[in-house]
């Protein structure tokens, strides 16, 4: 089981739109306050998808969960295949770089419509196959509850690190934001096109075995 989850947490930072929200959110004025508004809206939704998770697992056996867990893992994976591809097809035929709008729309955000902003932004179908993959492998409560801690740990990592180096370490991580940010500027949708590809790729993969 861990092997997945926390393949599949690392999947879900490594998607560059979080993170670059939250550095965008960062360089304004109280961009502290703003950032921290974003990753509470973010926690909210993938504390609400652990904790249906854990109800799931309580409420099912290996027997019965196993076949529909594999079903969403299944349609997770389509889904996120396509929205790899859609995002891989639009990188490779834009002939500008400029930033998106809602990035520029970022630049005048306040606390709540960023804490908004954080809970439908992220690409959540990657939390749900962390948990199904969790109800059909049907590990002890115990596990099942580590389990989804540590992958929004690790699944959120790229939110609240940068915000917690923010506040302890401004001068320093200043600098690295502001390169990071300009990179994922003009790459975001070539990096999560790819990303998104893979893991929908493994996922259906992973489904259609555990199906046939």
């Known amino acids: 089981m861990w092997g997945v989850i926390v393949g599949l947490g690392v999947a879900m930072a490594l998607t560059p739109l979080c993170p670059l929200a939250v ?45 529909p867990a594999s079903w969403v893992t299944l349609v997770a994976g389509v889904g996120l295949l396509l929205v790899g591809a859609w995002l891989a097809v639009r990188a490779r035929r834009s002939s500008d770089v ?36 969790i109800v059909g492998t049907h590990p002890g409560t115990a596990e099942a509850v580590a389990g989804m801690v540590v992958f929004i740990a690790i699944g959120t990592s790229t939110s609240y690190i940068p915000i917690v180096l923010a506040q302890v370490a401004p001068e320093r991580s200043g600098p690295v934001r502001a390169r990071l940010r300009d990179w994922l500027g003009l790459n975001w949708r070539a990096v999560g096109g790819v990303l998104l590809v893979v893991v929908g790729a493994i996922l259906i993969s992973k489904a259609a075995i555990a199906l046939s």
């Open 23 to 67: 550095i965008i959110l960062l360089s304004l004025e109280r961009g502290v306050r703003k950032a921290w508004a974003f990753f509470l809206g973010e926690f909210v939704v993938m504390f609400g998808i652990a904790a249906l998770t854990v109800a799931l697992h309580l409420g099912t056996s290996r027997h019965t969960a196993s076949r």
């Open 98 to 133: 400029k930033e998106p709008s809602w990035m520029a729309r970022l630049d005048h955000m306040e606390p709540w419509p960023a804490f908004l902003l954080g809970i439908f932004l992220p690409t959540y179908l990657i939390a749900v196959a962390a948990g199904a993959h």
